[in-house]
């Protein structure tokens, strides 16, 4: 296992694009804790499958150094930096047998017959494949191939960390469920390194004690999925965590109020004042909008009302702006609405990134 430090990294496919300026990562200068579970999350094309080749070494980075446990492996090989990997689809040897899938990394590094079988045995029964241990590769399915593919990273004891991207695109809904919660468990028993690859919020947020918000090749910000959703640093992560995501509403400050549209809104606590050119938005999360009879609040106009089952997502309109409010299934909603904020969540963003409020 090992503590995975990327010391200013910036990495472009040619050199011609890194002249014009057009890095697929831009400066990333992160560090991944030894036996930590991390989430690599954001849209298409904002840079995580280009740093996850990074650190397995399928690529190397046009600046900047990786460092395991502090030695410098920016120019050594996938196999040398004894990295693991889960890939999008399961990579398995469809002529073996299950065990004899598990037991490849280890033949390949001579370690003995017993020790082989009594590991395989174990990843067996941790994978749930102990029954089908004897069985042929081929005839399985999406999700027991995965899980071959991840027991194959778990039975070396040297592995220094486990590479997912992106493991269950292929894998039936309903078996992602159970496919990931086992995986949230094996990490807990292994304590081994793991870094996630996805695009999907529920599986950075249920896999990962740290989630990396990536957008346009630059990490915006690393933190507990409780923390993405309270204080997102970055207008990015408020609106792509959270479902539906936060409310951001064009304002101006005057006198600690934010005012939209001309609507005064009382912010929690003295704000750092932001300077005077820079473009302000107020965060709101739906969670945190309350629906109001007329009269109690701000007016807002409701154009549709999504029933979800648990709950209701109010859409609304508030001075001129998309407004979405998350209302408890039973929750009465006036035809003639206003809506109230809980001032603690409300956030401030210029330019798009958090003004942090002066602490008292
Ligand atoms: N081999 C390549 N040559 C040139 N540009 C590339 C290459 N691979 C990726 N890119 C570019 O680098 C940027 C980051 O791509 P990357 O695949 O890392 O993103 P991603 O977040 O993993 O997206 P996806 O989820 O679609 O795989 C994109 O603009 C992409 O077009």
């Not at 002249?19 to 904002?46: K, M, N, V, W």
């Not at 070396?156 to 949230?184: C, G, H, N, Y």
């Not at 912010?267 to 750092?272: K, M, N, Y």
Request: include cysteine; charge should be negative.
């Amino acid at each position: 296992m090992a503590r995975i430090r990327l010391d200013r990294i910036r990495h472009a496919y040619t050199p011609e694009l890194a002249a014009a300026g057009q890095y697929a990562l831009r400066q990333i200068d992160h560090t991944f804790e030894d036996g930590g579970a991390y989430a690599l999350l954001g849209p298409s094309g904002c840079g995580k499958t280009t740093l996850l080749n990074l650190i397995s070494g399928l690529l190397a980075p046009s600046e900047g150094r990786i460092l395991f446990d502090e030695q410098d492996v920016t120019e050594l090989s996938t196999q040398a930096r004894n990295i693991a990997q889960v890939f999008q689809f399961p990579v398995v040897y469809d002529t073996m047998t299950v065990a004899q899938n598990l037991a490849f990394p280890l033949r390949n590094r001579r370690i003995g017959a017993k020790e082989t079988e009594r590991r395989v045995r174990d990843i067996l029964e941790r994978i749930g494949l102990a029954e089908k241990a004897n069985r042929r590769a081929a005839g399985l399915t999406a999700d027991e191939k995965q899980k071959i593919s991840l027991g194959r990273g778990l039975v070396r004891s040297d592995v220094a960390a486990v590479l997912f991207d992106e493991p269950l695109t292929v894998i039936d809904p309903q078996m992602k469920w159970q496919l990931r919660s086992q995986l949230k468990e094996l990490h807990a028993e292994f304590r081994r390194t793991m870094i996630y690859v996805t695009h999907d919020q529920t599986e950075a947020l249920t896999f990962a004690d740290k989630v990396f918000v990536m957008v346009d090749g630059e990490v915006v910000q690393v933190g507990t999925p409780e923390e993405l959703f309270s204080r997102p640093r970055h207008t990015f992560v408020g609106y792509f965590i959270g479902s539906p995501g936060m409310n951001l509403l064009p304002c101006t400050l005057e006198g600690g109020q934010a005012i939209v549209g001309g609507h005064r809104i009382n912010l929690p606590q003295a704000i750092g004042s932001p300077a005077a050119s820079r473009a302000l938005e107020l965060g709101i999360r739906p969670e945190f909008v309350q629906v109001l009879p007329r009269g109690q609040g701000y007016p807002i106009t409701i154009r549709r009302v999504e029933d979800i089952g648990s709950e209701k997502i109010v859409r609304a309109e508030f001075a001129g702006q998309p407004l979405s409010a998350i209302v408890d299934e039973a929750g009465e909603i006036p035809a003639e609405a206003d809506i109230a904020f809980a001032p603690e969540a409300l956030n401030l963003y210029a330019d798009s990134w958090l003004v942090e409020r002066e602490r008292a």
